[in-house]
């Protein structure tokens, strides 16, 4: 017990009241290096996702809008730019589960 006497000493507890590894003489493994670039790349791949998802968006009203107005001038009493708009908003209502609901599985 003697031995462990003058390692408890020095060791300083961090903010989880936990001693440091450096404060015990250990090496730094590099383990919490990995995390952050890991946590990183995580969080890198959402923000693309997400930066996708709203270009998608974005393109699919643009284009609906344009399609709707052609719709309007060429042919009023049939509205055919429906199809289109219910078959792309299908792929952005998939496309944003995707991005909103099954990001963190893996």
Do not use: C
């Not at 001693?19 to 919490?32: L, N, Q």
């Not at 990183?40 to 998802?53: L, S």
């Not at 809008?65 to 219910?86: E, G, R, V």
């Not at 998939?94 to 991005?99: D, E, G, Q």
Request: charged fraction near 15%; charge should be positive; hydrophobic fraction near 55%.
């Amino acid at each position: 017990m003697r031995a462990l006497t003058p390692i408890i000493a020095m060791a300083t507890p961090d903010r989880a009241g936990m001693a440091t590894a450096r404060d015990v003489g250990m090496r730094h493994s590099g383990v919490g290096i990995m995390d952050r670039q890991e946590a990183y790349e995580r969080a890198k791949h959402r923000v693309e996702a997400k930066i996708g998802f709203y270009v998608h968006l974005s393109v699919f009203l643009g284009v609906n809008i344009l399609l709707a107005l052609i719709n309007y001038m060429t042919s009023p009493d049939y509205w055919w730019a429906k199809w289109p708009l219910i078959g792309w908003g299908f792929a952005v209502i998939v496309h944003a589960f995707f991005v909103f609901v099954f990001s963190g599985i893996k």
